[in-house]
């Protein structure tokens, strides 16, 4: 039989050739999941004290490296998100190289390009989490108002043969009629007979 591979509710980022140990995750639960999911016995939580973190949690070979952003407190406004991502990778790139044994830390092209890719990754999960909230929260609302007493009805036109449909059939011979040719010329209605 086979084993149902566990859905995560986290990401793991894509640290190129380096060890797979960047993580990524949007609340507190889903950080304790990390912690659970790896093993780790430490008893601490994320987004006490901000709207994000980066904790780097062993030493050495063993150990993993969490980014953890609060989508509601970083709001909407693209410089603080872009500023807050920033600052983050900026820990974790610093995090990643003590965690490699890198004396005299990433510098220069190579901390460019991990800095540029984790950005890019950070940035993308970031605004998709936004806008899965925003359509939950959508949702939620959309619940709210259609459980309500006395609702309204919503109707859909309804094509003679039972299909739903933005035009009407009479719209669409009027439509038809009204088409022109390549050279701007009316073109006459299809001969019925056909």
């Not at 980014?67 to 872009?82: C, N, P």
């Not at 610093?94 to 990433?106: P, R, S, W």
């Not at 901390?111 to 950005?119: E, I, K, N, Q």
């Amino acid at each position: 039989m086979l084993k149902k591979k566990k859905k995560y509710d986290y990401y793991k980022l894509d640290v190129g050739f380096y060890p797979d140990v960047m993580k990524l995750c949007f609340d507190n639960k889903v950080f304790q999941e990390i912690l659970k999911d790896h093993d780790i016995k430490l008893k601490t939580s994320a987004l006490d004290i901000g709207m994000a973190e980066t904790h780097q949690i062993g030493d050495g070979k063993e150990g993993i490296i969490i980014l953890v952003f609060d989508l509601t407190d970083m709001g909407d406004d693209m410089a603080l998100i872009v500023d807050t991502i920033a600052h983050e990778v900026s820990h974790a790139v610093d995090h990643l190289a003590e965690f490699i044994g890198e004396e005299n830390n990433f510098v220069g092209e190579t901390r460019a390009y991990l800095t540029g890719s984790l950005m890019k990754q950070i940035f993308k999960i970031t605004m998709s989490e936004k806008d899965k909230n925003a359509r939950k929260a959508n949702r939620k609302v959309l619940s709210k108002k259609s459980s309500r007493v006395g609702r309204d009805n919503v109707q859909v036109d309804q094509h003679g043969l039972g299909g739903t449909g933005s035009h009407s059939v009479a719209e669409l011979e009027s439509i038809i009629r009204r088409a022109e040719d390549g050279d701007g010329k009316t073109v006459g209605s299809a001969d019925p007979s056909i």
